[in-house]
């Protein structure tokens, strides 16, 4: 299990976070999201086939990019 915390500025609401939740909740290996409005962080747990790339590009694909 792979542990990461995502910087994902363009957070702005509760529903942004919970969009977030729910999309990377969907994806295989993918095993909690945890997201917070005042940090504007994110943490993922996941396993293969799940990727630090792959969870980003689904953020960008949402609209909420992470940056460093
Ligand atoms: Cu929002």
């Known amino acids: ?3 990461k915390e995502f910087n994902v500025p363009s957070i702005h609401c509760k529903h942004c976070v919970h969009t977030i939740e729910m999309e990377l909740a969907d994806m ?9 409005l005042d940090s504007k962080k994110v943490v993922v747990e996941f396993d293969q086939p799940a990727t630090v790339e792959s969870i980003t590009d689904t953020l960008k694909e949402i609209n909420y990019p992470p940056e460093d």
Do not use: I, P, Q, Y
């Open 28 to 36: 295989d290996g993918v095993k909690s999201v945890k997201g917070d």
């Open 1 to 3: 299990m792979t542990t």
